[in-house]
């Protein structure tokens, strides 16, 4: 099964990186990078130290129910080309591991599909999940704080 890791939309994030407001309705808040995890949801790499990102919050579904997590994420302040859709682990993606969980076309969390997984077989577990028809996409979290990392879909 050939998968696709999914940036965040270049229009939404350009709005933020202009000045608009989040999902709380607050503006972003900006600060400078130490270089050490701060992961870019639009270029999928880590903000080099000495730049500046910003802190949002952030809900990767389309309207408010009981499953919409909305949490803090970071961009880059500076545009920042979106992540070109692949099958490649994205670079920003370099802690030990994540926690993998699909959800179905209704944007519920299909039951069951969640687990912490290494960072190195997180390609083979969306695969295996997408074998269900259940499982529309996939979300990629930080297994420490369950933040928003990115999305797979099929390809």
Sequence with gaps: MQIL??????????????GGVDAYGLKPERRISDGDGTPCRHCLRNVDAGDAYL????????????????GPIFLHARECDRATEGETL???????????RGYGADDRIVYGSG????????????????????IAYVHVRSARNNCYQCRIERA
């Design 115 to 134: 687990a912490v997984i290494p960072t190195d077989a997180i390609v083979a577990r969306a695969s295996a999940l997408f074998d269900s028809n259940d």
């Design 90 to 100: 994205p670079e920003m993606l370099a802690s030990p591991d994540y926690i993998v």
């Design 5 to 18: 890791f999914k940036a965040l939309p270049t229009e939404a994030v350009r709005a933020l990186q202009r």
């Design 55 to 70: 802190i949002l919050a952030y809900r990767p579904f389309p309207a408010l129910q009981p499953y919409a997590e909305t």
